[in-house]
């Protein structure tokens, strides 16, 4: 199993990012997918999520409104749209998998200045 992030960057209070991971290794369109984010010196935190076909998904109340999960399934690839950004938002990004045990992606930092 590998997961690969991309697109964390900086970004204007107010802007927009796209996080994409890329998933091999497994059959992708039966797992559930989800975003994590995490600070120094807290744990890490559900994001959200997104079930195996795309059709469920859950939000943590901090970025309800503002942030959308969607995947591709033909693409083996989940994604986080992040608008409205604010600066609470600053963290690293995880993309997440259970399959018999946890899976990490390894992370892309998002920074948001006010």
């Known amino acids: 199993v590998q997961l690969v992030e991309s697109g964390g960057g900086s970004v204007q209070a107010g802007g927009s990012l796209r996080l994409s991971c890329a998933a091999s290794?497994?059959?992708?369109?039966?797992?559930?997918m989800s975003w994590y984010r995490q600070v120094p010196g807290k744990e890490r935190a559900l994001v959200a999520r997104?079930?195996?076909?795309?059709?469920?998904?859950t939000y943590a109340d901090s970025v309800k409104g503002r942030f959308t999960i969607s995947r591709d399934n033909a693409k083996n690839t989940v994604y986080l749209q992040m608008n409205s950004l604010k600066p609470e938002d600053t963290s690293v990004y995880y993309c997440?998998?259970?399959?018999?045990?946890?899976?990490w992606g390894q992370g892309t930092q998002v920074t948001v200045s006010s």
């Open positions: 997104v079930g195996s076909t795309g059709t469920s998904t």
């Open positions: 997440y998998l259970w399959l018999n045990r946890d899976y």
């Open positions: 290794g497994f059959t992708f369109r039966h797992y559930a």
